[in-house]
């Protein structure tokens, strides 16, 4: 017994254990075995007869096995695609709200703190059909280098424009667009404030309201909180 017991609990410590899927297909297995075990002894034919001989006795072993076997295969694969329907609905949830989400930020230059005149990209994340078998977000980069800052504000409307009048499924659930400004490298006063105008004229396109939020740092991707915009 002491031996058995550290080898389950060595075999244990090696492979991934589900607790749930063991409690709810053991629990249907059981179940199923008890019904198909009270059906063989209250029924005379299944119960003495064909137990009566060799043959007969494999027989029914082999049905109450075959059915207790269904029975849990279709449990474990009902548990199974259960978790894979709940993990695809917090995918798609995910999704959306990354498609919502457009991040400015700015290109740096020799000096760290310092952002270059007239530069910055805009991250815009595209999600795929929703219905195919795996679905994400991709990013697309939109980078903006202009010779003044008239040319430079036009292309930042322009692009701003195009994404918040092309719809996302977020959009169906009343979620907010949410532009995030990342304001380091530092891109000089008066930028941030002129982004805000940009975006309230963009605002007045039929698309949902833009919430923005200044962040004080360097820009990261919603997709891989890790990754960093290349300098």
């Keep these: 017994m002491f031996f058995s017991s550290n080898a389950l609990n060595l075999t244990m410590s090696w492979i991934s254990f589900d607790w749930g899927a063991a409690v709810w297909v053991g629990a249907i297995v059981a179940v199923t075995a008890v019904v198909v075990i009270a059906v063989a002894v209250a029924t005379p034919f299944v119960a003495i007869q064909a137990g009566a001989t060799l043959l007969g006795t494999c027989l029914t072993v082999g049905t109450i096995a075959l059915g207790v076997g269904t029975i849990g ?100 659930t009343d979620q907010p667009r949410r532009v995030i400004i990342y304001m380091k490298p530092f891109p000089g006063e008066g930028v941030y404030d002129r982004l805000i105008e940009i975006i309230k004229i963009a605002e007045k396109s039929p698309s949902p309201r833009c919430v923005v939020t200044r962040v004080e740092g360097t820009w990261v991707s919603a997709i891989i909180p890790v990754e960093k915009a290349a300098n």
């Excluded at 400015?104 to 000096?111: A, L, S, V, W």
């Excluded at 939109?142 to 409307?157: G, L, P």
Aim: proline share 4%; hydrophobic share 40%; charged share 25%.
């Design 73 to 172: 295969g279709i449990a474990a694969g009902l548990y199974q695609g259960g978790l894979i329907d709940a993990e695809r609905l917090v995918q798609i949830k995910n999704i959306q709200r990354i498609s919502n989400q457009l991040d400015i930020h700015f290109e740096q230059t020799d000096d760290p703190l310092r952002a270059a005149e007239f530069r910055c990209t805009l991250v815009i994340y595209d999600e795929t059909d929703l219905a195919s078998p795996i679905p994400v977000v991709t990013t697309k980069r939109q980078q903006i280098s202009a010779a003044n800052s008239v040319e430079f504000y036009d292309q930042v409307d322009r692009l701003l424009n195009m994404w918040t009048n092309k719809p996302v499924s977020g959009d169906k």
